[in-house]
């Protein structure tokens, strides 16, 4: 593989482009429907802008667009063109069939203001053939070092999984400075815990890791707690702590 | 301050004295009541070993135990000798009464097994008198560059959003890793998107950094992933996804 060409101009297209040409491979042609976004990272990544239908043959066309207008474009694109697209949760199954179809999805969460090291990401690959699949297998080693064959059942698991990871955490911090801004604290104090739980994860399980009020049945800290939250806040703190409590609940303390 | 005595031979005991000490701070006694750890760490230290009721006067004698036994322990230090303990969820004003009674408390997870830089760590301080505040302050700015004044009633808040931001986390990402582990994936595929997403909040706030099904009311999805969980987690899904779907329930999308 010397050259590919993009479909889309988005966070996706522009984090996965920048990589694939900094690893040396052409990018060729862009199209997107935002023709502006379109021009602008075709200048950056030294491409042509291009019409679906005129995409060139004889090289994969990498489709990075929303979940719901993959089905729709790749039905636009040449068949004779082999098609990789880049969502977590789109089965290779519900899609048009065409000889080349595959899977290429960074788990990661791609924003364009935030530099990301490619390389570290896990790239999940997929393919309706076993040399489809090994072409992608080698265009995302070129960009990262942690290449992964996964189904489509499986793909659609680690999706639910970056919810968790992602959002859920996320919502937790949301919850955890909402507390200190309501008591005139300074959000920033939290963040060296924070950093240091997942700094830790890297070589604990989190089963291990766990400590604190829940894992060790204080339940007089945890009343306390429970006290002083309200409304949501306190319907998660209750049943998150409820969870950890079911999970040791086996251990001797 | 040129010279300390640490009462405590845990991990919060370890990581304080070790900064102390490298900070020039000497450290001349270490009482514990695990005379074994005592002698380890008096060693560390460079230190003697002591019992309570003879530590030396005119010196902080720095409190590092488990909660329930910080009243009990203050009692038997002389009352010339000025202490501080290292809780975050001990009230001041539930202690016996002292001349010289303060909070040197980190805000951190510290374990033995790991280095933590506390330079870095969020130290809360509280004191009876004005003077031994800043004592205790003069102290803390040696090991840290984060030194804040913060009241008992501060302090416990900080200590419910530690258990969201630390305890809880951590049993968002064993959830997330059941996940993979029950689909035979590698539970290493999680962290790097783990990493990201703390490191987007060190210049984002969670608010902002939100993404995914629950903030874009993607109903289809929210099915889809709930009908794939079942028991705790599943639960735990639909409440975080409502919390998150109240927290945005204003946002024009």
Redesign the interface.
């Known amino acids: 593989m010397t050259s590919i060409s993009i479909v889309g101009s988005g966070n996706v297209a522009y984090h996965l482009g920048r990589a694939i040409h900094n690893s040396g491979i052409r990018i060729t042609h862009i199209y997107s429907r935002n023709t502006e976004h379109a021009d602008q990272l075709a200048r950056e990544l030294g491409a042509d802008v291009s019409d679906l239908e005129s995409l060139p043959g004889n090289q994969l066309a990498l489709i990075c667009i929303s979940d719901d207008a993959i089905s729709q474009v790749i039905e636009r694109i040449p068949a004779d063109i082999p098609v990789a697209y880049t969502s977590g949760?789109v089965e290779i199954d519900k899609l048009p069939e065409r000889e080349h179809l595959g899977v290429f999805y960074p788990?990661?969460?791609l924003?364009k203001g935030?530099d990301?090291d490619i390389s570290?990401?896990?790239m999940l690959i997929e393919a309706n053939t076993a040399s489809f699949q090994s072409n992608l297998l080698e265009l995302a080693n070129k960009i990262s070092r942690?290449v992964?064959v996964?189904d489509s059942?499986?793909r659609?698991?680690?999706h639910?999984?970056?919810?968790?990871?992602?959002?859920?955490?996320?919502?937790?911090?949301?919850?955890?400075?909402e507390?200190?801004r309501?008591?005139?604290?300074?959000?920033s104090?939290?963040?060296?815990?924070?950093?240091?739980?997942?700094r830790?994860?890297?070589?604990q399980?989190?089963?291990d890791?766990?400590?604190?009020?829940?894992?060790r049945r204080d339940l007089k800290?945890i009343e306390?707690?429970m006290a002083?939250?309200e409304g949501?806040a306190r319907?998660?703190?209750k049943?998150?702590t409820?969870?950890?409590q079911?999970?040791y609940r086996d251990e001797k303390l």
């Open positions: 949760s788990l990661q969460t924003s935030t990301v570290e990401v896990p942690s992964h996964v059942a499986q659609a698991q680690l639910i999984a970056a919810v968790w990871i992602n959002n859920f955490t996320n919502h937790l911090v949301y919850q955890a400075q507390i200190t309501k008591n005139n604290l300074d959000d104090l939290l963040l060296p815990l924070l950093k240091e739980t997942v830790k994860l890297g070589s399980s989190p089963y890791a766990q400590t604190g009020p829940a894992r800290t306390k707690h002083s939250l949501d319907e998660l703190y049943m998150i409820k969870s950890i079911e999970t």
